[in-house]
């Protein structure tokens, strides 16, 4: 059980490491916050099952298994929010970008 | 096993610093944003594995109470990228 | 009746969370739980005939499932991209229509677009999400959609709808 635990929190590590090396690297806000939000997320929501292992149904695991859908929705509604924040706050695709269909759009 | 996971929270901690990179040198608000979003998501992770290490599960408490509270900090500074007062 | 599903559904997450069930902790959970329902019970979802329909849950699970799945695929894509020494982007926000009519459907499918690495929702306007996408692969606009919402969309009609 012990291992199970350590393998995940081990991958979820891994991934946390993707999402912030795709934070130093990426050009622009937009691609920033893509690799970086759910990368990073995906990895917690990894070390957070990886206690639900270590502790199993009792006290701390049962945290842990609450923790997670938290995390998954707070972090998705705040991705969603930043990004239409910078839109309107007029920061510019960036050089690679090849489309911009919400350009035109009437903003409110 | 134990010590492993030290190591382990060793690298996590480690992490926090691509993210104050990013949050020093961003050359909009909005990186910084961005950096202070990631930055909340990592401090869940290092309260999850202290909880381990140290066996003392009030700390996955603290944990909860954080993502709820950066969740709220990053939707107010969202609210002030986009121009709005708070109460709209 | 809104307020007395809320009222549960806070009891039971009260439990979870403290997990001991001493008399003062049952008392302490039903007071807050009362008083939450009281604040908040008018926020609550629309419909609650449509909470006790048991396939809707069936369907809830298959979807979680794939979803997870298409999470961790498109996951390893995305690193790959980070990771790649040339890093081969073609970032940019496409237009993609949907056929769900209630919010909560189109909710729930710009929160799975959101969370499915590559794609994140920027807007939603009647009928038409706004998508950042990292890898725009094709030019054709019913292509994308297919690739983008096209296979989350049927589970969530029949989970919502």
């Known amino acids: ?108 | 096993m134990i010590n492993y996971l030290n190591i382990l929270l060793y690298v996590q901690i480690a992490l926090c610093v691509f993210c104050l990179y990013r949050i020093i040198r961003g050359p909009s608000i909005a990186d910084r944003m961005v950096g202070i979003d990631i930055f909340g998501i990592l401090v869940v992770g290092i309260c999850a594995i202290l909880t381990i290490t140290t066996k003392r599960s009030f700390i996955l408490d603290i944990g909860i109470a954080w993502i709820i509270l950066s969740f709220i900090g990053t939707l107010t500074l969202a609210k002030y990228l986009s121009g709005k007062k708070l109460n709209e | ?161």
């Open chain 1, 1 to 108: 059980m012990e291992i199970i635990g350590f393998i995940l929190i081990s991958i979820g590590i891994l991934f946390n490491l993707f999402g912030c090396i795709g934070l130093i690297r990426l050009p622009d806000v937009y691609n920033r916050l893509q690799s970086a939000t759910k990368c990073v997320t995906l990895g917690t929501c990894s070390i957070l099952l990886g206690v639900l292992f270590f502790c199993g149904f009792a006290g701390a695991g049962i945290r842990a298994l609450i923790a997670i859908p938290l995390l998954f929705f707070s972090a998705t509604v705040a991705a969603h929010a930043l990004v239409k924040g910078a839109y309107i706050f007029g920061i510019k695709l960036g050089d690679k970008s090849i489309k911009d269909d919400y350009k035109d759009v009437e903003k409110n």
């Open chain 3, 1 to 161: 009746m809104k307020h007395i599903v809320l009222f549960i559904t806070a009891l039971i997450f009260w439990l979870l969370l403290t997990f001991n069930l001493t008399t003062a902790n049952i008392i302490v959970g039903i007071v807050a739980a009362l008083v939450t329902s009281f604040i908040f019970g008018r926020y609550f979802t629309t419909s609650i005939s449509k909470l006790l329909q048991p396939q809707r849950y069936f369907w809830f699970f298959a979807y979680l499932i794939i979803f997870i799945w298409e999470c961790l695929k498109a996951n390893i894509e995305v690193a790959y991209l980070v990771l790649h020494p040339a890093m081969p982007i073609k970032p940019g926000i496409v237009k993609i229509k949907t056929d769900l009519k209630t919010d909560i459907a189109k909710t729930t499918l710009a929160n799975s677009i959101t969370m499915t690495p590559g794609t994140i929702t920027v807007d939603i306007i009647d009928d038409y999400i706004y998508v950042h996408w990292i890898y725009i692969s094709t030019d054709n606009p019913e292509e994308y959609s297919q690739k983008v919402s096209g296979r989350f969309e049927k589970y969530i009609k029949k989970i919502f709808e």
